[in-house]
């Protein structure tokens, strides 16, 4: 149950909102069939070093435990932070789930130089020749869960975060949409 005031998203999100990205585990269950070609193609034996981390083997590597977000989230919810709305990214990555909580007028703008793209991530778009549309698509490429809040009230939000142990990155913002352009835009 929750009270109807804080429901999310809400729907004052608005131009000129922050975006913060929270640091994935890894792949996080998505891309799998993806995956698991690239793994055969390349001759790996899933007991294998990891191509992206020697310490741990390949199976290790890829099958990171999905991290919970619920309970570092909800602590932030529950002091207040002035979270507007909340993305999973899971399959579709941010193409397909940040527009969820946006009105039709606003678009999410991604700065990709924002946080440095996981080694698993970085393997994987070499190993398979994959684009960067394609790998945003279909894996989270290091964030798991995205929350949009007022740009002044950032910090209290990151050090909310930064007590649970949870890695949060400024990725983006939210700016009105032009004509023609798509709801998620990235730059570099």
Same mark, same amino acid.
């Given at each position: 149950a929750v009270e109807r005031t804080? *429901? %999310?998203?809400?729907?004052d999100i608005a131009a000129g909102d922050l975006i913060l990205g929270l640091a994935s585990d890894g792949l996080h269950s998505n891309g799998f069939s993806l995956v =698991? =070609?690239? *793994?055969?193609?390349?001759? $790996?034996?899933?007991d294998a070093p990891s191509p992206a981390d020697d310490t741990k083997s390949l199976a290790e590597? $890829? %099958?990171?435990?999905? =991290?919970i977000y619920v309970r570092s989230v909800l602590a932030a919810l529950k002091a207040n932070a002035p979270i507007k709305g909340l993305v999973h990214i899971t399959g579709g990555g941010f193409q397909e789930n940040l527009p969820r909580v946006l009105d039709d007028h606003l678009a999410a703008h991604i700065d990709l130089s924002a946080w440095k793209l996981p080694r698993v991530f970085q393997w994987l778009q070499k190993a398979g020749a994959i684009e960067e549309a394609e790998l945003l698509r279909t894996?989270?490429?290091?964030?798991?869960?995205? $929350?949009c809040l007022p740009k002044e /009230?950032?910090?209290?939000?990151?050090? $909310?975060?930064?007590d649970s142990a949870i890695k949060a990155y400024e990725i983006g913002r939210i700016?009105?949409? /032009?004509?023609?352009?798509?709801?998620? *835009?990235?730059?570099?």
């Amino acid at each position: 149950a929750v009270e109807r005031t804080k *429901v %999310l998203p809400k729907k004052d999100i608005a131009a000129g909102d922050l975006i913060l990205g929270l640091a994935s585990d890894g792949l996080h269950s998505n891309g799998f069939s993806l995956v =698991r =070609r690239l *793994v055969e193609a390349e001759g $790996l034996a899933w007991d294998a070093p990891s191509p992206a981390d020697d310490t741990k083997s390949l199976a290790e590597d $890829l %099958l990171t435990p999905t =991290r919970i977000y619920v309970r570092s989230v909800l602590a932030a919810l529950k002091a207040n932070a002035p979270i507007k709305g909340l993305v999973h990214i899971t399959g579709g990555g941010f193409q397909e789930n940040l527009p969820r909580v946006l009105d039709d007028h606003l678009a999410a703008h991604i700065d990709l130089s924002a946080w440095k793209l996981p080694r698993v991530f970085q393997w994987l778009q070499k190993a398979g020749a994959i684009e960067e549309a394609e790998l945003l698509r279909t894996f989270n490429c290091g964030i798991g869960m995205i $929350l949009c809040l007022p740009k002044e /009230q950032a910090a209290t939000a990151l050090a $909310l975060l930064a007590d649970s142990a949870i890695k949060a990155y400024e990725i983006g913002r939210i700016e009105a949409k /032009q004509a023609g352009e798509d709801a998620v *835009v990235y730059a570099d």
